[in-house]
């Protein structure tokens, strides 16, 4: 049984996931925070799965220096066999933490590349990996001329946030500075961390977008699958939806694949589970991201359905210094899928009709909604979601199923709810 230190954890699913898949692995762990209210504010149920951690730790993860000296302190005592985390924020951290402990991991460096998009987009680049034309900036007169240069419609990006933020469409100067101005104003994440101010501007590829599920062991990618993707709200780059595996013909899959797998390769991610974004262009693939850990928005859970492997817990083995076993198990499943309710506008919720037939819909295998009272933000991010739907099939019609589900459901908003 190996002991793994958590540094911090998404509030959404993962935080659920991987400490299941902690304890279902045969480990146990020890939670690592700096603000334990953030997870208890969001907690999707009581008690917090994150409490079921042996030990629940309070200290500054923010400041590396400090982290270091205080986590050497804690592991002579309690001794931890790996660190980990699902956060995108503390990914580059468990790496340092892990090294400096002698424990096992992914190269720091390697996981600071996959994780800001700018060093991304320029490691990919210098090594030949298929992407869009890009170029970066910081103040507003280098990017207004920058985005000139590139052509519009373009997308601006910050490099360093997560699920969509602040990722959007631009077609003129004038949406360029809206864009431009929000995320000036957005300095620091919701972590607390102070944000790098630079800014990617990419040409808008036009295509369906995949992400590749991957295991990188001892230098070698093993690839578990191709996700497919929907996306919604223009200009906005929302995910509605995801369906496991890809409906894709074989020379196309290839392709995606081959392109993810040299994105890895280039960055130099090994010892890591990654979920990497790929848009399938009439030029042929181009990289969007990738993120070295397992998937959000519980396409891990789709995998699991389809193929028996459980992603959180090959991280964790992984973590744990373990070789896992990455081989399919028949499920009887041939395609799962998820479909996201999004907020047609901002208010506070009246209710959502429809929401107390799922309970009883054979074909949902896991649903939830938000409850009446619940204040809705513009579908801007994967932030805004009111909810989903999951379903499975012994066919490849996952999402057709999942998206006729979601469209059942009716948001109803408080009268006079702006």
């Keep these: 049984m190996a002991h793994l230190l958590m540094i911090e954890s998404w509030v959404g699913a993962m935080s659920s996931l991987l400490p299941r898949a902690i304890h279902e692995s045969g480990h146990r762990f020890t939670f690592l925070t700096r603000d334990l209210h953030h997870y208890l504010r969001s907690a999707p149920a009581h008690p917090h ?19 270091l000296s205080y986590v050497e302190r804690v592991h002579e005592v309690l001794a931890f066999d790996g660190v980990i985390s699902s ?13 400096h402990l002698n424990l096992p991991g992914p190269d720091p460096q390697g996981v600071e590349r996959a994780y800001r998009k700018d060093l991304t987009r320029t490691t990919t680049r210098d090594a030949g990996v298929p992407g869009p034309r890009f170029t970066l900036t ?15 419609p373009l997308v601006i990006k910050p490099v360093d946030l ?14 360029l500075r809206e864009a431009f101005l929000a995320l000036e104003a957005f300095p620091v994440n919701a972590r607390g961390q102070e944000r790098v101010p630079t800014v990617l501007l990419e040409e808008l590829l036009v295509g369906p977008e995949f992400s590749v599920e991957t295991v990188t062991v001892a230098g070698t990618t093993h690839v578990i699958g191709v996700t497919d993707k929907s996306l919604a709200g223009r200009p906005w780059f929302v995910e509605s939806g995801h369906m496991f595996p890809a409906d894709l013909g074989d ?6 694949v081959d392109t993810a797998v040299a994105a890895i390769e280039a960055l130099g991610l090994d010892n890591s589970v990654a979920h990497t974004e790929v848009k399938l262009t009439a030029d042929g693939p181009r990289l969007i991201e990738v993120n070295p ?13 389809v193929t028996g492997i459980d992603l959180p817990s090959v991280f964790a083995q992984l973590a744990a210094g373990q070789q896992p076993d990455l081989r399919p198990r028949e499920t009887g499943v041939r395609s799962a899928a998820i479909s996201f309710l999004l907020p047609p506008r901002a208010g506070v919720l009246a209710g959502i009709d429809g929401a107390d037939t799922l309970a009883a819909n054979p074909e949902v295998v896991d649903w939830a909604v938000k409850p009446a009272g619940h204040r809705a933000g513009e579908p801007t991010s994967n932030n805004s979601y009111l909810g989903h739907v999951m379903v499975t099939s012994p066919d490849t019609d996952a999402r057709d199923r999942a998206e006729r589900v979601i469209a059942g459901l009716d948001v109803r908003y408080a009268e006079g709810s702006e």
């Design 49 to 67: 799965p994150l409490l079921a951690a042996d030990n629940v730790l309070t200290t500054e993860t923010n400041d590396i220096a400090a982290l």
């Design 251 to 256: 020379a196309d899959r290839a392709a995606v």
């Design 87 to 99: 956060c995108d924020y503390y990914l580059s951290t468990v790496a340092t933490v892990a090294a």
């Design 162 to 175: 997560c699920a969509g933020m602040h990722v959007r469409e631009v077609r003129d100067e004038a949406g």
């Design 293 to 305: 850990r397992p998937a959000g928005n519980q396409i891990t859970e789709l995998v699991r359905r």
């Design 138 to 152: 910081e103040d507003w007169p280098a990017t207004a001329k920058a985005a000139a240069a590139l052509g519009y």
